[in-house]
């Protein structure tokens, strides 16, 4: 069998539809029916597999996917063995920690001992240790910002992008710990012909991000 490279992008979520254009852009043409978690280029040596942002490194890690598309928090909070390849420059947002609208804050030293609710633990708590901070880190893996209404914590720590769902929840942005945007990693050990593949997509990145600025 000749040589193919498998995509990972997410299935839904912010970085699907412009992980969707930038495939598009490049000129890949495949048919991405709802529901469908795997399908095969058309016009390209490529498959796209449609996956959770979260599991992205470590499929590629692993070369289940040779290719991933995901945030810079999820690579840095999954901590896999992957090459980070291509800013892609897109889906950009912040990593940041909330608290409730009407309590008062100075700086960072009022979450000492707090408790902060996150899906991101291992960055959060090396940002807190670099600022000399104690708390309690809670991890949940999914809506988050709901944490400190119910009483689970007195913080958040999560992505805001357009700042709607801090709002809607009645919170407000105190520290930002991280800034993201989309990058792609890829598996360490590629084939000879997968690397020629990946060198032909790289080429069609470029022309696309060349002719946006
Ligand atoms: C983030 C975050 C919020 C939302 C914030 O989720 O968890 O739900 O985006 O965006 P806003 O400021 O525009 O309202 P993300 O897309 O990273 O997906 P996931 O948490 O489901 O992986
Ligand atoms: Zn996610
Ligand atoms: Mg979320």
Redesign the pocket.
Known sequence: MSDIIRIAIQKS??LSEDSLRLLKECGIRFDNGAGKLKTTATNFPAEILFLR??DIPGYVEDGVAHLGIV?QNVSEETDRDVDTIYNLGFSKCRLSIGIPRATGYQGIQDLQDKKIAT?YPRILSKYLKSNGVNAEIHEIS?S??IAPGIGLADAIC?????????LSNGLKEVEVVMRSEAVMIAYKQMTEGQRAILNQLIFRIDSVQAAKN
């Open positions: 979520g912010r942002d979260d945030g899906s999914g988050v910002e999560d992505i805001v992008s357009s700042g709607s769902t801090l």
